[in-house]
């Protein structure tokens, strides 16, 4: 009878302690852990950024301590006014050196650690948050090429596209001015590439790879071959044609629901990967940049038509 006694205080005791002691610990660690994951996320990461955003989005953002903006246009241009805080760009700044005379390849991908150094440069870290915007004399796929080769180097998920760019910031009357800013050089760790870009190979086997689909992105009269480039008229076979200047309206901004029904009729279906291809690796990124948009996976072919012509990877046709 005694034991019996024991045990039972024994389980009171035992229970008391755990209900008065253990409980409210465990509780409040539980509390602690779901405010961190409210304010950290899943190891800390940051949440992807929208891929496009608006100048009223810019503008309330502008101040942000670990914002980079980046404009792409002329030297003269930028000078002349820009963005406050917006750094200068060019695709020149992030491409390799080539001569025309020696047959280099045009918009060449430069090594990565080459990248890293200029990105830095500009101010660019690991947990930066960039804004590319274009200037008002260039054209849609200079700006594009950029985001692009910053998704390349790992930076996507952080980099946004100005719609309409630096047009649709005057349009606003938002504030331009000729200052430089003091950049402070950023700090990006080495990772590896996002495998973006593909070779004239790979362009060979897109026609056997289920759910792919092979977009030119050059003008009718190249892709129809009534005007030639690198010395042969037509298109890679098995190509579709979505125009670079389709992707954007005549003030260079971007609706998604247009995009929608242009992929649609050229045959492109949601669950496609688009790998696309122009002149010289510039053009292609707007539909690249509209794909992604839209969701679906993107390769690009660098090389592009200078690549397959001149280098005589395969036939064309009309």
Same mark, same amino acid.
């Given at each position: 009878m005694m034991r019996d006694m024991t045990t039972h205080t024994r389980r009171l005791v035992v229970g008391s302690w755990w209900t008065v002691k253990i409980q409210p610990c465990l509780r409040h660690l539980a509390q602690i852990a779901t405010i961190s994951t409210m304010l950290c996320g899943p190891a800390a990461a940051q949440a992807p950024s929208p891929l496009l955003v608006d100048v009223d989005w810019l503008s309330q953002h502008?101040?942000? @301590?670990?914002?980079?903006?980046?404009?792409?246009?002329? @030297? *003269?241009?930028?000078?002349?006014?820009?963005?406050?805080?917006?750094?200068?760009?060019?695709e020149d700044d992030v491409s390799k050196p080539h001569d025309m005379a020696r047959g280099d390849l045009m918009l060449e991908m430069p090594a990565a650690a080459d990248l890293r150094t200029t990105l830095a440069s500009l101010g660019i870290?690991?947990?930066s948050r960039i804004v590319v915007y274009l200037g008002k004399n260039l054209g849609f796929p200079s700006a594009t090429r950029i985001v692009l080769t910053l998704d390349y180097m790992g930076l996507g998920a952080q980099t946004s596209l100005l719609n309409g760019g630096l047009a649709a910031w005057l349009r606003s009357e938002h504030p331009v001015t000729k200052d430089r800013p003091r950049v402070t050089p950023g700090t990006l760790n080495a990772r590896e590439t996002k495998p973006l870009i593909v070779d004239a190979e790979f362009v060979k086997s897109v026609a056997s790879r289920p759910n792919h689909k092979l977009i030119d *992105? @050059?003008?009718?009269?190249?892709?129809?071959?009534?005007?030639?480039?690198?010395?042969?008229?037509?298109?890679?076979?098995?190509?579709?044609?979505?125009?670079?200047?389709?992707v954007v309206d005549g003030e260079q901004k971007v609706d998604r629901a247009r995009l929608e029904g242009l992929f649609s009729r050229a045959g492109v279906k949601p669950a496609d990967t688009v790998v696309a291809y122009c002149h010289i690796g510039q053009q292609a990124t707007a539909v690249i940049f509209a794909a992604r948009l839209l969701g679906h996976p993107v390769l690009l072919y660098d090389g592009a038509f200078q690549d397959w012509a001149s280098a005589n990877r395969g036939p064309v046709e009309k």
């Open positions: 502008l101040s942000d @301590r670990n914002l980079v903006v980046l404009h792409v246009g002329a @030297r *003269a241009e930028y000078d002349a006014g820009h963005i406050p805080g917006a750094r200068f760009i060019s870290s690991d947990n *992105a @050059r003008a009718p009269v190249f892709y129809q071959g009534i005007e030639p480039t690198f010395s042969k008229s037509g298109h890679i076979p098995g190509a579709i044609n979505i125009p670079f200047t389709d």
